[in-house]
């Protein structure tokens, strides 16, 4: 199967500072990616799509000017928590399709983020 | 809307048992529907998936899941539950976008296998 990547796995900040997650397709081109996040013992919410060349899509409730989204490539989409607070603290998950038409997403390991 | 109903939060089972957890649905078109299991602090392992066709589907671990359109599910069962299926587990369905389809999580089943 198709292989997604993140980077870093885990990882600790201020708060205050702000954070970039890499969500990589390894041996595929993804024109759109998902980012999702998970509260504890919770399950996964979808946060944004990014769309490679355009804008990402937020779903209601999320914050844009927080979670800043850049798509640049086709095989690259970063999320940045800015300005992160302890209520950030979370596990940030990503995805990527095939292709437009695929219905299977392909999920990254995710990325443990804690903010102190 | 699209949306994933998992009723049981949590469900505990004697290993060796045999386990079901139910995944009930509402989507407009036809679903594509998921199963995947997440181990404590770890990512996503997909089960199995049904697109279409045969409406029993197998997945590894010996898992298997039924769709039946007439009650919107998508049970997950298993015949002999092993200590190392205690997990969380997710039943989701994709959802189709302009950008492509994304996928709705169930909020999630937490097993439990006791000795």
Known sequence: ?116 | AQSVTQPDIHITVSEGASLELRCNYSYGATPYLFWYVQSPGQGLQLLLKYFSGDTLVQGIKGFEAEFKRSQSSFNLRKPSVHWSDAAEYFCAVGAGTTGGFKTIFGAGTRLFVKA
């Open chain 1, 1 to 116: 199967g198709a292989v997604v990547s993140q980077h870093p796995s885990w990882v600790i900040c201020k708060s205050g500072t702000s954070v970039k997650i890499e969500c990589r397709s390894l041996d595929f081109q993804a024109t759109t990616m998902f980012w999702y996040r998970q509260f504890p013992k919770q399950s996964l919410m979808l946060m944004a799509t990014s769309n490679e060349g355009s804008k990402a899509t937020y779903e209601q409730g999320v914050e844009k000017d927080k979670f800043l989204i850049n798509h640049a490539s086709l095989t690259l989409s970063t999320l940045t928590v800015t300005s992160a607070h302890p209520e950030d603290s979370s596990f940030y998950i990503c995805s990527a399709n095939l292709g437009r038409l695929n219905t299977e997403a392909f999920f990254g390991q995710g990325t443990r983020l804690t903010v102190v």
